[in-house]
């Protein structure tokens, strides 16, 4: 019996030259800025995994603030990531593009130092989101770190009347024009706890609909559940 076909992930590709005008249509540089937000930072770091960093803005500017940092860039748009090639410019020869579905990709590089995933844990499911954090702890030194921009729903009135219906109608427009098949945030911060991260730094943008988070390796939370002996 055959095996059963990995489903595609949704197509951004039709979206890589005109993805940053849309953004800043619908948000204006907040989107930017979160994605920066803690990029001073991480200064000192080497190696860089990048996932799903869409056109590549985040990525150009980390090149420009850390002249040392060697990144491993991973899309599944091959469209995104000649975007990302471009913006990268003289800085390109420090970025190892790969075109893959992350969800199915496995590093083959030397362990990291940092993780990156901006806007693009909100493509994936819980289990998904789990999947891939349990991925990159097996991936990065002990005391790498992650850092997170994403959509976030706060309590209270905000959340209910403003930040939930505008997220829902996100989702459906990206099913639109990608086939994104993802209704619901996934629940990132359970899954990264239990792959041994803890958060570190947050910021919060326009009332908590956006958050800029860092995450670090937590030793102590491994060594209690008996994954480092």
Not at 139 to 154: D, G, H, K, R, T
Request: aromatic share 10%; net charge positive; with cysteine.
């Amino acid at each position: 019996m055959s095996a059963t076909p990995n489903p595609a992930p949704p197509d951004f590709s039709p979206l890589a030259p005109f993805y940053r005008w849309m953004e800043m249509a619908s948000f204006g540089p907040v989107l930017q800025r979160s994605r920066c937000a803690f990029i001073d930072d991480l200064s000192d770091r080497r190696r860089a995994l990048i996932l799903g960093d869409g056109d590549g803005r985040f990525t150009a500017r980390f090149l420009r603030a850390n002249s040392q940092i060697q990144i491993d860039a991973v899309d599944a748009s091959a469209a995104m990531l000649d975007e990302l090639r471009r913006r990268a410019g003289l800085d390109a020869p420090r970025v190892h593009t790969t075109c893959a579905d992350t969800r199915y990709w496995q590093p083959a590089s030397p362990l990291y130092v940092l993780v990156v995933t901006h806007f693009f844990l909100d493509c994936l499911t819980t289990a998904e989101v789990q999947s891939l954090a349990n991925k990159m702890r097996a991936a990065v030194v002990p005391n790498a770190q992650w850092l997170i921009s994403e959509f976030a729903v706060p309590a209270g009135w905000h959340g209910r009347f403003i930040a939930r219906p505008l997220i829902r109608t996100l989702y459906w427009a990206f099913d639109l024009l990608t086939g994104l098949k993802v209704r619901t945030l996934p629940d990132y911060h359970a899954a990264l706890r239990w792959a041994g991260f803890e958060l570190v730094q947050e910021r919060r943008w326009l009332g908590g609909l956006l958050a800029s988070e860092l995450w670090q390796v937590n030793l102590c939370a491994l060594t209690a559940r008996g994954d480092i002996l």
